[in-house]
């Protein structure tokens, strides 16, 4: 086995295991990204670049472009919801 790939697989379970023990869902969508971006160099060392590049459009940038705009929606939901108890 390559040492890059060693290394590479070695980061992309440290970085899954991170991700799943972050608790703030802000910092949990980065470290999607950079999961994402670590299974895309992955694919593209084990020479599937078309694998790589729908990776890096799906899991480094969409998938956490659409956590952020949850959160945020979800953020604003609750704004809200506080900002009319407060009313009451």
Same mark, same amino acid.
């Given at each position: 086995?390559?040492?890059? #790939?060693?290394?590479?697989? =070695?980061?992309?379970?440290?970085? +899954? =295991?991170? =991700?799943?023990?972050? &608790?703030?869902? @802000? &910092?949990?969508?980065?470290?999607? +990204? /950079?999961? $994402?971006? #670590?299974?895309?160099? =992955?694919?593209?060392?084990?020479? @599937?670049?078309?694998?790589?590049?729908?990776?890096?459009?799906? $899991?480094?940038?969409?998938?956490? @472009?659409?956590?952020?705009?949850? /959160?945020?929606?979800? &953020?604003?939901?609750?704004?809200?919801?506080?900002?009319? +108890?407060?009313?009451?």
């Amino acid at each position: 086995m390559n040492a890059l #790939l060693v290394v590479l697989l =070695t980061l992309v379970a440290l970085a +899954g =295991t991170v =991700t799943v023990l972050i &608790r703030e869902p @802000a &910092r949990q969508a980065i470290a999607v +990204g /950079i999961f $994402g971006l #670590l299974l895309a160099l =992955t694919f593209f060392v084990l020479q @599937a670049p078309d694998v790589a590049l729908s990776e890096i459009v799906v $899991g480094s940038v969409a998938l956490p @472009a659409m956590l952020f705009l949850a /959160i945020a929606k979800v &953020r604003e939901q609750k704004a809200d919801t506080d900002h009319e +108890g407060q009313e009451s």
